[in-house]
């Protein structure tokens, strides 16, 4: 077991899955000489070559249409969008082809392909760089989204994402490359699908991904102080959900809490708080509780960052408000 950087963590996988099998192929805007913007993919041009990990050039639209192209004749390609945030550009690839193709060929074809992406809110990144879109994505029938917390998961996921048989969206956040986990030494897989309880509490469930499950663990530090157990639950794969976890977490606390960076509008959890009301009407002991970013553009200063997105403070208030109302009612 070994204290291990995040973005360390996902080059791993990378490099284990370009040496296990030929057919993966890396390519994205300076995953090759740069070794990719953050630098993710270092090193792995130098071992593997130009044919198998180069650069490609300013379009996403087209190296991620020929990313389909190559899943679709037997390779297995990995491409790298910079910025979840054009994402946009590339969509009608993932959405209308790679996510589709198995469908509309009758299973003659399929596109086993990882999009590789990063996303989140930065200081003094703009508006155009720090949506997290993921919600756009769970919409589309034929892809699953991962989203790794912690470099073990992010290991663990993108392995399994590389040898799936369908195109995977794995999100990353550039906030957490530089965060440290445990890592094994040896190899393993996570199957995608499956949750993971990250703390263990019998009051309230904590639902979130990605950077924000931080966060979460933070509430739950601060509910401990009102008397409140939370259960933290990292969802990690954001298409499909895993709701037995959920349930069963439920069935337990009563009570539920979505916390995501995206904006609250139009967010996944959204989406899943509906879905938890339809499944388990008896179980909930009192409306799914949502927080995320305000609907609007994510400003650049960092102070006005902190105003627009979710705050610990802020949640665990809410939280710890609507857990003495209901428990004084």
């Not at 639950?233 to 539920?256: C, F, M, N, W």
Request: aromatic share 6%; net charge negative.
């Amino acid at each position: 077991m070994t204290d291990t950087y995040y973005w360390r963590a996902v080059n791993r996988a990378l490099d284990e899955e370009l040496a296990r099998d030929e057919r993966v192929v890396l390519f994205g805007e300076d995953v090759a000489l740069p070794g990719g913007v953050f630098g993710v993919t270092r090193n792995l041009a130098g071992r593997y070559g130009p044919e198998r990990v180069f650069d490609a050039p300013i379009s996403e639209n087209g190296f991620v249409g020929a990313a389909v192209g190559a899943a679709m004749v037997g390779l297995r390609p990995v491409c790298e969008l910079m910025f979840m945030d054009f994402s946009l550009v590339a969509s009608d690839q993932i959405i209308n082809h790679a996510a589709k193709i198995r469908y509309l060929t009758q299973g003659a074809y399929h596109a086993p392909m990882v999009i590789r992406s990063q996303q989140g809110v930065s200081p003094g990144s703009s508006a155009q760089h720090t949506q997290s879109l993921e919600a756009i994505f769970t919409a589309v029938p034929g892809l699953k989204v991962v989203g790794a917390a912690t470099p073990a998961d992010a290991y663990g996921l993108l392995k399994t994402a590389i040898r799936d048989e369908d195109p995977v969206l794995f999100l990353e956040h550039r906030m957490l490359y530089m965060t440290k986990g445990e890592l094994p030494d040896e190899e393993f897989l996570l199957p995608l699908g499956r949750a993971r309880t990250v703390r263990e509490g019998d009051d309230v469930t904590i639902v979130s991904w990605l950077a924000s499950v931080a966060w979460a663990e933070q509430v739950a530090d601060a509910l401990v102080e009102r008397g409140v157990g939370a259960e933290v639950i990292d969802l990690r794969s954001l298409q499909p959900v895993d709701y037995e976890t959920l349930e069963a977490s439920i069935a337990k606390t009563g009570r539920v809490a979505i916390l995501h960076e995206a904006m609250r509008h139009g967010g996944v959890g959204a989406e899943i708080a509906a879905t938890l009301h339809e499944r388990l009407p008896d179980a909930l002991k009192a409306p799914v509780q949502r927080f995320g970013a305000e609907f609007l553009p994510m400003p650049v200063a960092p102070t006005l960052q902190e105003v627009v997105q979710p705050r610990v403070a802020d949640v665990a208030a809410a939280l710890g408000t609507s857990m003495a109302l209901l428990a004084s009612s």
